[in-house]
């Protein structure tokens, strides 16, 4: 996986900013029991989340999971089969959308040709009949915020995607809604603009407090941008966490292979307890390697399981390491160069592949491993977590 930038969680953050770990934390969206059901088909099935005021927070699965169903009951524009939908403490129940203190922001922009930038932005706040002075000074906060006060006089053909990304933004905010509902916002960027865009989005977001709910199926923008992400898979939440857990401490396979890269090692639970290190598990594997690692759920032994190790944690090298707690050998098949990275591709006497991933701190010449070499991976017990089958 990329880590071009870092994630919402890897700087330090005061303990109300994780308001999810209060007890008596109150939310500011709360689906309960949420079903939807298109006729035979089931959309959203039983969902129960929270999300907090001030949250970045992220709906993250393929396509057809259920995310954007999910958005839209929020916003009104479909009706939950079953369950509730709260705002603030609130039953949207009986709210149409256009009175709910939500606001919504397409992949598409959606913004009207034939209106400028500052038309754009003033158009919600003029339907809420507002006096001129207060919409002037609203409309120039906002192009302020998305740094557009240069573009105020054109008209959306006359810029690039990302500025009419921004445009879209400043006015979904100009009403200052309780909360921001995003659908694939970034979809329509290249790979560099949605890169810098990720961070303007945090920074505005941060800066104004409004709650953010973002769907995406990308898995480096959820990463990027969210406090936290709610993982989807066939309607249900996978797994709801920050995005260093998601990524360090899966509770599925479906959560481990869907975020990021992985090797699934499989086998079963042979030793609850290792004589080296109690935290620590014994797993064989299916071709009778004995492995530790961590386990974060109710095992015993005898159990089918796989081991989920990323292959940045695995170290390769063509002699074996006699310190190492975790060691297989196998036959380099194949090396893909991405630049400041290269990941190999390592066959084992099973016949499965073990990707191993190096920073290239040297050129390619002068590589140490190279094709049809004979190798070793190793890596700590705490670099790997066993899952349930």
């Given at each position: 996986?990329?880590?071009?930038?870092?994630?919402?969680?890897?700087?330090?953050?005061?303990?109300?900013?994780?308001?999810?770990?209060?007890?008596?934390?109150?939310p500011i969206v709360e689906f309960k029991n949420v079903t939807k059901r298109f006729g035979d088909f089931t959309a959203v099935d039983n969902l129960s989340l929270k999300v907090y005021p001030g949250e970045f927070f992220a709906l993250l699965g393929p396509s057809g999971c259920g995310k954007s169903t999910l958005l839209r009951m929020l916003a009104g524009f479909e009706t939950p089969t079953s369950g509730t939908i709260l705002l603030d403490g609130k039953d949207l129940a009986d709210t149409p959308p256009n009175l709910r203190p939500v606001n919504m922001m397409f992949q598409s922009y959606a913004?009207?040709?034939?209106?400028?930038?500052?038309?754009?932005?003033?158009?919600?706040?003029?339907?809420?009949?507002?006096?001129?002075?207060?919409?002037?000074?609203?409309?120039?906060?906002?192009?302020?915020?998305?740094?557009?006060?240069?573009?105020?006089?054109?008209?959306?053909?006359?810029?690039?995607?990302?500025?009419?990304?921004?445009?879209?933004?400043?006015?979904?905010?100009?009403?200052?809604?309780?909360?921001?509902?995003?659908?694939?916002?970034?979809?329509?960027?290249?790979?560099?603009?949605?890169?810098?865009?990720?961070?303007?989005?945090?920074?505005?977001?941060?800066?104004?407090?409004?709650?953010?709910?973002?769907?995406?199926?990308?898995?480096?923008?959820?990463?990027?941008?969210?406090?936290?992400?709610?993982?989807?898979?066939?309607?249900?939440?996978?797994?709801?966490?920050?995005?260093?857990?998601?990524?360090?401490?899966?509770?599925?396979?479906?959560?481990?292979?869907?975020?990021?890269?992985?090797?699934?090692?499989?086998?079963?639970?042979?030793?609850?307890?290792?004589?080296?290190?109690?935290?620590?598990?014994?797993?064989?594997?299916?071709?009778?390697?004995?492995?530790?690692?961590?386990?974060?759920?109710?095992?015993?032994?005898?159990?089918?399981?796989?081991?989920?190790?990323?292959?940045?944690?695995?170290?390769?090298?063509?002699?074996?390491?006699?310190?190492?707690?975790?060691?297989?050998?196998?036959?380099?098949?194949?090396?893909?160069?991405?630049?400041?990275?290269?990941?190999?591709?390592?066959?084992?006497?099973?016949?499965?592949?073990?990707?191993?991933?190096?920073?290239?701190?040297?050129?390619?010449?002068?590589?140490?491993?190279?094709?049809?070499?004979?190798?070793?991976?190793?890596?700590?017990?705490?670099?790997?977590?066993?899952?349930?089958?």
């Open positions: 996986m990329s880590t071009k930038g870092p994630s919402r969680n890897s700087k330090p953050v005061e303990s109300k900013v994780l308001p999810w770990l209060k007890p008596d934390a109150v913004l009207f040709p034939h209106l400028t930038v500052a038309q754009n932005i003033a158009f919600g706040l003029k339907r809420s009949n507002l006096e001129k002075g207060v919409i002037e000074e609203r409309t120039e906060e906002m192009l302020r915020l998305v740094k557009m006060q240069d573009f105020a006089n054109r008209k959306p053909h006359q810029m690039s995607g990302g500025q009419r990304q921004r445009v879209a933004l400043a006015r979904s905010l100009a009403k200052n809604p309780k909360l921001l509902l995003l659908d694939e916002p970034l979809g329509a960027l290249d790979a560099k603009l949605r890169e810098s865009t990720q961070f303007e989005l945090v920074n505005i977001q941060e800066k104004l407090g409004t709650s953010f709910i973002i769907v995406t199926h990308d898995q480096e923008e959820a990463m990027t941008v969210s406090t936290r992400i709610g993982v989807m898979n066939m309607g249900v939440l996978a797994q709801v966490d920050t995005p260093a857990d998601l990524y360090e401490n899966p509770k599925s396979k479906f959560v481990a292979d869907f975020i990021g890269d992985v090797n699934m090692i499989e086998g079963s639970i042979s030793k609850l307890h290792a004589k080296t290190k109690d935290e620590f598990i014994e797993f064989t594997t299916d071709t009778g390697s004995k492995l530790l690692a961590r386990c974060e759920f109710d095992c015993k032994v005898g159990d089918k399981a796989s081991l989920a190790i990323r292959p940045e944690k695995i170290s390769i090298s063509k002699k074996r390491d006699p310190k190492a707690e975790n060691q297989v050998s196998g036959k380099v098949d194949d090396i893909a160069y991405i630049g400041n990275l290269s990941t190999y591709y390592v066959r084992l006497e099973n016949g499965a592949i073990i990707k191993a991933q190096e920073a290239n701190r040297r050129r390619i010449s002068n590589r140490e491993i190279t094709w049809e070499d004979d190798v070793w991976l190793s890596w700590t017990p705490g670099g790997g977590v066993i899952l349930a089958q």
